[in-house]
Each structure stands twice: as C-alpha cells, then as structure tokens.
C-alpha cells in the first residue's frame, strides 16, 4: 500500500474556486436588482444597515409627479448640473477633477446623480479606490436600464436628508419647513439640495449664513440651467402632454428671457 496522496493542493484549488465564485456572484446583485428596480420602491444600504442595527430611518415615499417641481430642478443644479447629457458618468468634470488636483488621490469626488444612486443603492459611504472602481461600472448600468426620470425619483427618495435618520424629500420637507415635498416653494427647495452633501451638520429649517448664500447661488443657477430645465420640461410632458404649465415659473422665465448662467458675460 502506497503513501497517502496529497489532496491539499486540490482542496485549495477548490476553495478558490467556491470564493470567486461566490465574490461574482455578490458582484452580480446589483446588476440584477437594477431592472427590478423599475418597478419596486428601493431602500439605501444605509436604510437597511440603521435598521438591522435598530436606529431610527424616517422615510416616505412619494411618486416624483409629489414632489415639487422646483426640487429636482436645483438638485441637479447644485449636485450634477449635466445630469440630463451624460451617461451616468460626467467624464468631462472627472477629467477637469484630476487636472485641477496635483495628483489622482487628490482629485476631489466629481460624483453624478447616477453615481450617488449606485453608492446608495449598492455600496457604502466614505472615499475609497475601491468603491469608486464598483461604482462606475454600476453608475453606467443604471443609467443604459433606467431612465433619467426614474433616477432622480429614486434618489430624491432614498437620499440621506438630516441626522437621526432622515431619508428622502418627504420626510425632510417635514422636517425642516413642516410641509409635504409636493409644497415647497424654489427658496425651500434650494435649501434643501444645499443640505446634501452634509446633512449631518447643515439644517436647511434653520440655515447658517453660509448654507442661505449657497442656496441662493442655487436658485440664481435654477433660472439660468437650460439642460435642466429642459429635462424636467420633457419630465412633464412624458407625463402630461398637454399640462406645461406643472414646469416651474422660473423655466418659463428662462425660456422666455433665455437668462444666462452666472457668470457670462
């Protein structure tokens, strides 16, 4: 009777095999709970993790035809002004980004709403090489299966609005101004998008001085964002062909003034 065989370069082999197996798989998710998301009301990976960690999450979601129509115009206005050209990534900001950096781990974010909805919707907060290698390939997935309109409607309902756990526009109209998401007014609203990129520290019911000069710089830009408009303008008209008058007062005034961005001469 010979020596036993040494099994334990095939039992490695294997066990390899199972992880990268199981690794694609964990990678595949998000890709196949995109489409699915057409239909179905989603929840952030932050949601989920306050709640199996038995914090507070405050949310209510509400049909983006609910929401104030000047609300998604300064979102885009102030977090991704070429929301309604790009492809879920804005290669021209993230190329002037890293030119504008002394070098790449400098860069600052340059994120899109499309990113910020696959960090969201699949990934975790904070900066990292990592997540941002995740969240590209998704950020484009997202935008060939879903609409722009559908996009923005997930986001503005599962986007993190104030500490204690306050998600989405509903709940934070109600919390700041004590009103639903479908009554604010462009004043409101620009608070409101000046607040996201630090909901934690920045109250738009009581603004510092700061957060009021950034909304105001938001509302100026709202009336002046002609990409912006138009796609809250076909927004609209997918929804209601012959109701332009749901479009915001200050596009009609752009588009009958035709006003400049700040800063033009």
Known sequence: MGPPKNTYPLNTYG???????????VLLIPYLLTPLYLFVRPVSTLMLWRSATRQRVER??????????????????AEDARFCSHWGVDFQELREAIEEADDITGARG??????????????WPGRSFVRKALEFPLALWINLVMSKRRQLEIYLNIVEWGPGGIFG???ASKHAFGKQAEDLDLREAALLAATLPNPQRRNPGQPSPVLGRLAGIYQVRSMASQDAVDCLR????????????SVPASAHILLRKRVRPSGQA
Do not use: M, Y
């Open 15 to 25: 066990v390899v095999r199972i992880l990268a197996g199981a690794l694609v798989a």
């Open 60 to 77: 209510a979601w509400v049909p983006l035809e609910r929401i104030s129509s000047e609300l998604p115009l300064t979102v885009i206005v």
């Open 110 to 123: 340059g994120s899109t709403i499309t990113q910020q909805l696959a960090k969201n919707l699949f990934l």
């Open 169 to 171: 526009a509903e709940a």
């Open 234 to 245: 076909r927004r609209h008209v997918e929804r209601n062909p012959v109701d332009a008058r």
